[in-house]
């Protein structure tokens, strides 16, 4: 029940296209959705967050969609650059109450961006 | 305002070694939690730290211990190493805010390779 599963597992797109990346939860005391990128050899960077009162949040070219009912949640990138290319990791914590906010991670997305 | 930092950035260390990694929050986070990434996976949580306290531990065996400071500064203990102990270790850090846990925030980790 703590598992976060994410696909695809690699993606490829053209420069300006718009890469989706999904991810799905069991837990449904997960109240805290946040999205990471990893450059080689590097630690995960936030990238962009969201909880689950909230169906859509955009930060710049980066958009989270979140369907409470379906347990789904996915990263959409608009006007792809190369710059782009790297490791996505979707992730879900409980934040709130007593908890300390163990991040459960999916398996990850490498996206290569083309010139 | 300084990030999380972490030393040290590459370990090579021999079967049956034990090694200690250090983690420094990020100024004003209070707690340190601790993840393990093998080659093309995400993050596996190891533990979290909070008021120098283990406050939860995930599927990981008694090998791995840690220690948080009163500066809230930590380190990761691996006693007895075993060749799929090789990974980056990623230290994360986070602070209440609020009534809840806020984002993690996570280092640049440390590349453990066993020989």
């Known amino acids: 029940q703590q598992q976060v599963k994410q696909s695809p597992q690699s993606l490829i797109v053209q420069k300006g296209g718009i890469p989706i990346i999904n991810c799905a939860y069991e837990?449904?005391?997960?109240?805290?959705f946040p999205w990471y990128q990893q450059f080689p050899g590097k630690g995960p960077a936030l990238l962009i967050a969201i909880r689950p009162d909230v169906s859509e949040k955009k930060e710049g070219r980066f958009t989270i969609s979140f369907n409470k009912s379906a347990k789904q949640f996915s990263l959409h990138i608009m006007d792809s650059q190369p710059g782009d290319s790297a490791t996505y990791f979707c992730a879900a914590s409980i934040n709130s109450g007593t908890s300390y906010g163990k991040l459960t991670f999916g398996q990850g997305t490498i996206l290569t961006v083309h010139p | 305002d300084a990030g999380v930092t972490q030393s040290p950035t590459h370990l090579i260390k021999t079967r049956g070694q034990q090694v200690t990694l250090r983690c420094s929050p990020k100024s004003g986070h209070d707690t340190v939690s601790w993840y393990q990434q093998a080659l093309g996976q995400g993050p596996q949580f190891i533990f979290q730290?909070?008021?120098?306290?283990?406050?939860q531990r995930g599927n990981f065996p008694d090998r791995f211990s840690g220690h948080q400071f009163p500066n809230y500064s930590s380190e990761l203990n691996v006693n007895a190493l075993l060749l799929g102990d090789s990974a980056l270790y990623l230290c994360?850090?986070?602070?209440?805010?609020?009534?809840?846990?806020?984002?993690?925030?996570f280092g640049p980790g440390t590349r453990l390779t066993v020989l």
């Open positions: 994360a850090s986070s602070v209440w805010t609020g009534g809840r846990r806020d984002t993690q925030y």
């Open positions: 837990n449904t005391a997960f109240d805290y």
């Open positions: 730290y909070y008021e120098e306290e283990e406050r």
